[in-house]
């Protein structure tokens, strides 16, 4: 089972970027899945999540009204669109899914069994 993530780079303040994650190796269209950001020397964080059915969403704080978070369940891929960046923005991002089938929007690291590799996010002031 593979996550790969892409679409990260550099931008400036007040740009917008999106990041996808294709899921390989195994169905994921019945499972929820997550970004989380990990910026240099801070513990890593969660930023959105998605039930399977797109009907359940989260977003940290930090991001309500910036970023949206949606599925395409026949291309075993999330998408993350973040608009209105900010340099407290500049991170990691990675992606995850669920081993669990669920119509929840987990919010807990521990809740997801599997991770991409991460995408490097950059906004510039």
């Known amino acids: 089972v593979q996550l790969q993530a892409s679409g990260g780079g550099l931008v400036q303040a007040g740009g917008s970027l999106r990041l996808s994650c294709a899921a390989s190796?195994?169905?994921?269209?019945?499972?929820?899945m997550a970004w989380f950001r990990q910026a240099p020397g801070k513990e890593r964080e969660i930023v959105s999540s998605?039930?399977?059915?797109?009907?359940?969403?989260y977003y940290a704080d930090f991001v309500k009204g910036r970023f949206a978070i949606s599925r395409d369940n026949a291309k075993n891929t999330v998408y993350l669109q973040m608009n209105s960046l900010k340099p407290e923005d500049t991170a990691v991002y990675y992606c995850?899914?669920?081993?669990?089938?669920?119509?929840?929007?987990?919010?807990?690291?521990?809740?997801?069994?599997?991770w991409g590799q991460g995408t490097q996010v950059t906004v510039s002031s």
């Open positions: 998605i039930s399977w059915s797109g009907n359940n969403l």
């Open positions: 190796g195994r169905s994921f269209s019945r499972h929820p």
């Open positions: 995850a899914a669920a081993i669990m089938s669920s119509d929840a929007d987990y919010t807990e690291e521990s809740m997801y069994t599997y």
